[in-house]
């Protein structure tokens, strides 16, 4: 008798190529028949922000700190939500609007705390990641600031950010 072994997928990846939303969904839910609910959030490149147009967005992050960071994010997570598995995808380099940027995928038995959790990563990816994002605009290339409203959110769910305030 053969036997199969599964081969765990990372809960993080940080990649400049895309990705397939479909297969990302299916390898999360695999050989796991206690999933009710599968929620996810998929962030794409917009073609304007704060008013002006964007021909391309360029992300950098900082190689080993940022999917460590992301893996304490999901454990956070596992701790606080009642969740089976999540997994997080972020792209880097130039992208272009309509790309896929981001990608949060979370399991659970029931669809509220997949939600709880999809959006609670969501607000601490924005926020806790290191990401530096880069536009480029008719008048020129700008690296994009922290939001209040970012640093509000991840509020909601009792954790301080100042990212916001920091950079102005």
């Given at each position: ?20 939303l ?27 922000n ?110 301080q ?8």
């Amino acid at each position: 008798m053969e036997q199969t072994l599964k081969v765990a997928m990372p809960r993080v990846r940080i990649q400049t190529e895309d990705f397939d939303l479909g297969a990302e969904v299916a390898a999360l839910r695999a050989g796991d028949p206690g999933v009710g609910a599968v929620a996810t959030f998929l962030g794409t490149v917009r073609d304007r922000n704060d008013g002006s147009g964007v021909s391309q967005m360029e992300l950098e992050h900082y190689p080993g700190m940022t999917e460590t960071a992301i893996e304490a994010m999901i454990d956070a997570a596992l701790a606080r939500f009642d969740i089976r598995a999540a997994r997080v995808i972020h792209r880097v380099g130039p992208l272009a609007p309509t790309d896929q940027i981001v990608l949060v995928v979370v399991s659970s038995a029931h669809r509220g705390q997949a939600f709880q959790a999809c959006e609670f990563l969501m607000d601490y990816l924005k926020t806790q990641a290191p990401f530096w994002k880069k536009e480029t605009t008719p008048g020129g290339a700008r690296w994009v600031d922290a939001r209040v409203s970012d640093d509000e959110a991840l509020a909601r769910w009792g954790i301080q950010s100042a990212n916001a305030a920091a950079g102005a």
